[in-house]
């Protein structure tokens, strides 16, 4: 005799894992012509709410954190915050924020930030923006994975 709720049960959770393997895969980009697979993933968030927005800038320190200046941006679940790209090999800088009202828009008051945000090599940011230097990240021909540290001033 066959545990009928228990196999439903297991499908269903083979069929959740697989949607999550496929969303986890989704990428910014198309691989070939030598493009290499840049994984960003966001950790210390306080919590699952919103999203999270990963932007990438390319080698040019005049276009890292100016308007217009992105090369790429991915919006994900706060819930699952990674994102992926295909890229060229080469040079990159990455900011990222904590949208936890889902709006689009890096809310801050006057002088502080009122969500998360963070840098490619956790770049510090004691006084003002990072520099681009401090948060230059290479991406190989092999790929490679960039963890970054979400950041709350509260």
Partial sequence: MTNLPLLLALAAGATLASTSAAA???????????????????????????????????????????????????????????????????????????????????????FLPKEGFGFSNDAPTSVGLPSFASARVALPAGGTVVRMKMRYRR
């Fill in 24 to 110: 986890a895969e989704t990428c910014v980009g198309t691989p070939g012509n030598g493009a290499a697979k840049l994984v960003l993933e966001a950790t210390t968030l306080h919590n699952a709410v919103g999203e999270v927005a990963f932007t990438v800038y390319p080698d040019d320190k005049g276009r890292f954190l100016s308007k217009g200046g992105k090369l790429a941006r991915a919006r994900v679940s706060a819930a699952q915050p990674h994102a992926c790209f295909w890229l060229k090999p080469g040079y990159y800088a990455i900011a990222q924020y904590h949208d936890e009202n889902s709006d689009h828009d890096f809310n801050r008051t006057l």
